[in-house]
């Protein structure tokens, strides 16, 4: 039989590395090594792997001839990195020769497997000369800074950087991450857009398909919808998430687009809200340990409140394994175990414990329960000292709001106006305090002086107001009113600057005294009969009843000829004492019944606090196409010398 062309297959490898078909570099790979064992062609068959995405494929190779692939160690250490298997990437990694590409792998490694100090260690030495920088590593060592809390804003702020918000999407998304991260929301939405707008422009420029658009989106739209959705636009986050779903992602992008889906929903469907969370922890090697701890912790809210305490217990015990005994979302899913059971002092007591035991991890969520189950029982007082307790309320627009409200539940205006103050402070010592946020505290708060009477400090709220905005229209009436009461020169100074009313401007006084005023009754009937005075009235026939049929077995009642109230079962009718409270005859009632107190608690303000968590997407480290092994140019040229 006569023994194969090698020589042949090597030029005809050679024409399909140059042409990228990497399908036929495996399959004439594998001809070539059925009659010799070449370390070319198993470079090149590893290589295309590689490039085709079959990472388990190309590390049975590794497996199966392991003499062959002593010099592709980086090769098999990108593999095992694509497959997750991130401590033997690591290890692997060690065999290897220092060099960039190694570096750069590296980097990524330890950014996965999320050691996120030394993944920006390295990326800060690899972006010294951020000017040399290509935009995908510029991205990663972003991701890795604010993962890590380094110094992401000296990247961000830089002339490279602001260039790359605006050509690069990975970096833009990577920036408005890092602007979440500081509470930024506004800066946040705006670089999600950009980020929206340039990869839509980039894709379309490389002749992508609307399936692989809307894959590349769906990263960056689940993270615009957790923007809308701090931002308390429910809709709009809805109609994201549902398209972001629609495109069938990344398990890690579904996994967050379905956990803030059901934040949204609530309780409006909990078997498919349940189903939803499930089929995101299907994968769980897929999210970081943040994003995992937060959906396991909806799942056991969820149950909690179909009733599955069991199942819930189960979830608690996976979240103790995996994150340890001192987790703050374990103390709480055990304080909603027994509030729905109606333990609700030993709810608080839970809680409070664990507060005085572990207070650096005292966050927020504890505290607005805290102050939920405090507005459960009535105690407002208690509920507005742990909302007073909390550092960054200030921050919080929310729980200055519910301050305010309860304070003046309680009729306390000055409690309310020190709250209201202390923000506004807060407010004037940011950087931002010109911003849109800052404007509508301020007529709210002119607008609660002025609704109890304190028209002086109206008024200087109002003109706090027209200074960052002469010609806000919705303040100068307000100061109009306020002035009236005290200052009637300044009030008429300042209703010069009310705009005029469109259309007639005169008016005749004594012609508008001659008009008949209209009755609202006599317009009524005129307008009715106007409209039915071409129409037959219709008269509307009713079904007789026919008696029902009487039972002639059951014996017939005794009493059946006399008077009801000469009936033997007779009840005479209480006379109706409602409204009227208990004490001496001609006393005028004090203070509040019993009924009247629970329904006013019933209208105090709600405080979500043990509620399901939206996550947001994890910074982007793009697979940066240097980084995947150049073996495949190598042996373009090796198989030029075969030839």
């Given at each position: 039989?006569a ?33 010799t ?8 068959k ?5 490039h ?26 990108y ?92 970096f ?12 930024d ?18 894709m379309?420029q ?28 429910s809709?709009?986050?809805s ?45 769980k ?5 943040a ?30 394994t ?30 409070q ?90 007529k ?26 002469p ?64 129409k ?21 009642d ?59 997407p ?26």
């Amino acid at each position: 039989m006569a023994q194969p062309n090698v020589q042949a297959f090597f030029v005809e490898l050679d024409a399909k590395i140059k042409s990228g078909d990497y399908e036929d570099v495996v399959s004439i790979s594998d001809n070539i090594l059925k009659v010799t064992d070449d370390k070319d062609a198993i470079r090149c068959k590893i290589v295309a792997l590689i490039h085709l995405g079959k990472f388990d494929q190309a590390l049975t190779v590794f497996n199966q001839k392991p003499g062959l692939t002593e010099d592709l160690q980086y090769e098999r250490a990108y593999a095992l990195y694509r497959q997750k298997k991130l401590s033997e990437a690591l290890a692997v990694l060690d065999k290897v020769p220092d060099s960039p590409n190694k570096t750069q792998l590296l980097a990524q490694v330890l950014f996965r497997d999320e050691q996120f100090s030394e993944a920006s260690k390295i990326y800060s030495q690899l972006t010294s000369n951020l000017d040399a920088t290509s935009p995908e590593l510029a991205a990663n060592a972003l991701a890795a800074m604010v993962s890590s809390g380094g110094d992401s804003l000296k990247i961000i702020s830089s002339a490279k950087g602001k260039s790359y918000i605006q050509s690069n999407h990975e970096f833009a998304f990577n920036a408005a991450y890092y602007a979440l991260e500081q509470g930024d929301i506004g800066t946040a939405e705006k670089y999600l857009k950009q980020a929206i707008s340039s990869c839509q422009k980039s894709m379309k420029q490389e002749g992508a398909s609307e399936a692989d658009l809307a894959i590349e989106l769906a990263p960056l739209q689940t993270q615009l919808g957790y923007v809308y959705q701090l931002e308390g636009k429910s809709d709009e986050a809805s109609q994201l998430y549902a398209s972001v779903l629609k495109a069938k992602p990344s398990d890690e992008v579904y996994a967050v687009a379905s956990n803030n889906t059901v934040v949204i929903k609530k309780d409006s469907d909990k078997s498919a809200s349940l189903q939803r969370l499930k089929q995101a922890t299907s994968n769980k090697e897929k999210l970081n340990a943040a994003q995992r701890k937060l959906v396991e912790f909806n799942k056991g809210l969820i149950l909690v409140s179909m009733g599955k305490q069991d199942q819930a217990r189960e979830v608690i015990k996976s979240l103790e394994t995996e994150f340890g005994t001192g987790s703050d979302l374990v103390a709480l899913l055990e304080s909603s175990i027994l509030f729905k059971n109606g333990q609700i002092a030993e709810s608080q007591e839970l809680l409070q414990k664990y507060v005085q035991k572990n207070p650096k991890n005292s966050n927020l969520r504890l505290m607005l329960s805290l102050a939920q189950i405090q507005l459960e029982k009535g105690d407002v007082q208690s509920a507005i000292r742990i909302l007073e307790s909390i550092p960054e309320r200030n921050q919080k627009a929310g729980i200055v709001a519910t301050l305010v409200t309860l304070y003046d539940k309680l009729e306390d205006v000055q409690g309310a106006v020190k709250i209201m103050d202390e923000h506004t402070q807060w407010l004037d010592s940011q950087k931002d305090n010109s911003s849109e946020n800052s404007t509508k505290f301020l007529k709210q708060c002119a607008a609660f002086q002025l609704k109890h009477g304190n028209y002086k400090e109206a008024a200087s709220a109002y003109e706090k107001v027209l200074k960052k905005n002469p010609k806000d229209i919705d303040a100068i009436p307000g100061l109009i009113v306020a002035y009236s009461h005290y200052d009637p020169k300044q009030a008429q100074k300042f209703s010069s600057r009310l705009p005029e009313l469109e259309g007639q401007t005169s008016v005749d006084a004594e012609q508008l005294e001659k008009i008949a005023i209209p009755r609202e009754n006599q317009v009524a009937v005129e307008t009715k009969g106007s409209e039915n005075s071409g129409k037959k009235e219709e008269k509307r026939k009713r079904k007789k009843k026919r008696p029902q049929p009487k039972d002639m077995t059951k014996p017939l009642d005794p009493e059946r000829w006399l008077p009801l109230h000469m009936r033997s079962t007779f009840r005479a009718r209480r006379k109706k004492t409602k409204g009227l409270e208990k004490g001496a005859q001609g006393g005028v009632a004090v203070g509040k019944s019993v009924k009247d107190e629970k329904a006013e608690q019933k209208n105090l303000p709600e405080i979500k606090a043990t509620t399901a968590a939206p996550i947001s997407p994890a910074p982007h480290v793009k697979e940066i196409k240097d980084d995947k092994p150049a073996a495949a140019k190598k042996k373009q040229n090796k198989g030029k010398k075969k030839r």
